[in-house]
């Protein structure tokens, strides 16, 4: 139940194109949901994140679209630039002081020229 | 300001020896974290400390491996008699006193240790 899903694996989008990255999870508990950007030999880095009570959060080129119904969400990089290209991970936590982050196995996007 | 430091970057040991890994968390943050990044795996949660006090360390395995936050000092992470299996990258992360649930979560750079 503490498992968070994702997919695909790895992901090739050409320049300009838009990158779609999904994420599931089970526990309802959870309520807040972060995606992270890890470049190679890097620590991963906040890019985004989204608690429920709101179905989209936009930033800039990164928009997160959550269905709680469903308990799904995912990452979309609109117009998808070769310096995207790395390892992106999504998570989920509760809220509460005591918790920690558990994160999905990772999408490893390659944007072409 | 320089975030969350951790060192070495590159650890070395053969099989059997010890390995100490540190982090410093940012400055003013007293939450760390510690994950496990094996290749093409996902970050695996292994401990969350507080200052002197171990909040959870559900994902540590039970034998050779040890956490702790002083009230002085970095954060370390102790892997005895280590083995080849262990090789990976470890990242430690922290995060403000105010948050909850791994808000502001800051990563370093990790640490890769190489068993032989």
């Known amino acids: 139940q503490q498992q968070v899903k994702q997919s695909p694996q790895s992901l090739i989008v050409q320049k300009g194109g838009i990158s779609i990255i999904n994420c599931a999870y089970e526990?309802?508990?959870?309520?807040?949901f972060p995606w992270y950007q890890q470049f190679p030999g890097k620590g991963p880095a906040l890019l985004i994140a989204i608690r429920p009570d709101v179905s989209e959060k936009k930033e800039g080129r990164f928009t997160i679209s959550f269905n709680k119904s469903a308990k799904q969400f995912s990452l979309h990089i609109m117009d998808s630039q070769p310096g995207d290209s790395a390892t992106y991970f999504c998570a989920a936590s509760r809220s509460v002081s005591y918790d920690k982050v558990i994160f999905g196995p990772g999408t490893s996007l390659s944007v072409i020229p | 300001n320089a975030g969350v430091m951790q060192n070495p970057r590159h650890l070395v040991r053969r099989r059997g020896q010890e390995a100490r890994l540190r982090c410093s968390p940012m400055k003013g943050h007293s939450h760390v974290y510690w994950y496990r990044q094996l290749p093409e795996e996902g970050l695996k949660f292994m401990v969350y400390l507080q200052k002197e006090n171990i909040i959870d360390e559900s994902g540590m395995p039970k034998e050779r491996f040890s956490a702790e936050f002083p009230k002085e000092g970095p954060s370390i992470l102790r892997i005895q008699q280590v083995v080849r299996g262990d090789s990976a990258a470890y990242f430690c992360a922290s995060s403000p006193p105010s948050s909850g649930g791994g808000e502001k979560l800051l990563f370093g750079s990790g640490t890769q240790l190489s068993v032989l």
């Open positions: 526990n309802t508990a959870f309520d807040y």
